[in-house]
């Protein structure tokens, strides 16, 4: 695996899946959250972003599927371009449709059976499909991550009843079922055990394959294992963005070295 950035050479901007030009977004006014974030993503990586807490993480990830337009208080402002095409000019339905998300904690609709779960991205888009449509999605979704043949035979039953670990692929389906091209993870085995956790990292490595993955997580050994890439964000700035290899052995900016060999603050 080497510098996955270079891997095409002087990349245009078509080549990219995800491309943040001066992203900010603020809750209060006068003070940034994230600060005029700039990066391109290419697809087929995984990107991890790390940073202490606070520094703006999650709302960089909430902000390239649109979520912060929910709270009428919140203001983002830059370019965010998912396959070249502006975000807020898209359908935000789209936009959540091809950019999912995973959150922290395994989060399954309470009220709804498994097979539900999996199809809860069209049922709540009003998405009509054929009983045998359901069926091969159901079953190639719940393959797709791994849980097929655990859940198989109750697939009628509440998602709810499945273990941490299981509900957390239970989510992953249910993004992945909506055709996705991009995943956004944030921080999505801090809730589980080791064994869990191992199982998602090994899912998320075989996802790359097929999907964009960026990935928020405190977790550093992780990042190292599974992201090409890596930025350090720090109050609200991206303050680098590199080949993770370059950047765990080389950081450029003595923040980044001082945050991962655990000395920050
Ligand atoms: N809904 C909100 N309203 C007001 N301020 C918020 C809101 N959500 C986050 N913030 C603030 O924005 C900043 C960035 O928060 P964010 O949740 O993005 O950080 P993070 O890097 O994800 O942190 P963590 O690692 O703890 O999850 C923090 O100062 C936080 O207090
Ligand atoms: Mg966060």
């Given at each position: 695996m080497e510098n996955t950035i270079d891997i095409i050479e002087n990349p245009s901007s078509q080549d990219y899946i995800l491309q943040l030009k001066d992203v900010s977004v603020s809750y209060t006014p006068g003070k940034n959250a994230v600060n005029?974030?700039?990066?391109d993503i290419l697809p087929?990586?995984?990107?991890?972003?790390m940073g202490p807490s606070g520094c703006g993480k999650s709302t960089l990830l909430?902000?390239?599927n649109r979520l912060h337009e929910l709270y009428p208080s919140i203001t983002t402002t830059g370019e965010i371009l998912l396959k070249g095409q502006n975000i807020f000019e898209m359908n935000p339905m789209k936009v959540r449709r091809l950019a999912g998300m995973v959150f922290q904690r395994p989060n399954p609709f309470p009220t709804m059976s498994i097979g539900e779960n999996v199809l809860s991205g069209y049922m709540l888009n009003n998405i009509k499909l054929s009983k045998s449509e359901k069926e091969e999605l159901?079953?190639?979704?719940?393959?797709r991550v791994g849980l097929w043949s655990e859940v198989k035979d109750a697939i009628g039953k509440k998602g709810?009843?499945?273990s941490g670990g299981q509900q957390q692929r239970l989510c992953i389906a249910r993004t992945i079922a909506?055709?996705?091209?991009?995943?956004?993870m944030d921080e999505p085995t801090s809730a589980l055990d080791p064994i869990s956790t191992n199982r998602i990292e090994e899912l998320i490595l075989e996802l790359k394959e097929q999907y964009t993955i960026v990935i928020v997580t405190h977790n550093m050994s992780q990042a190292a294992r599974l992201s090409d890439n890596s930025m350090f964000m720090y109050l609200g700035e991206l303050i680098e963005y590199d080949n993770t290899k370059q950047m765990f052995t080389k950081p450029k900016d003595k923040r980044t070295e001082d945050y991962l060999t655990g000395q920050f603050g």
């Open positions: 005029e974030v700039s990066a087929n990586t995984v990107t991890a972003i909430r902000a390239i159901v079953e190639s979704s719940l393959q709810t009843f499945l909506l055709r996705p091209e991009l995943l956004l």
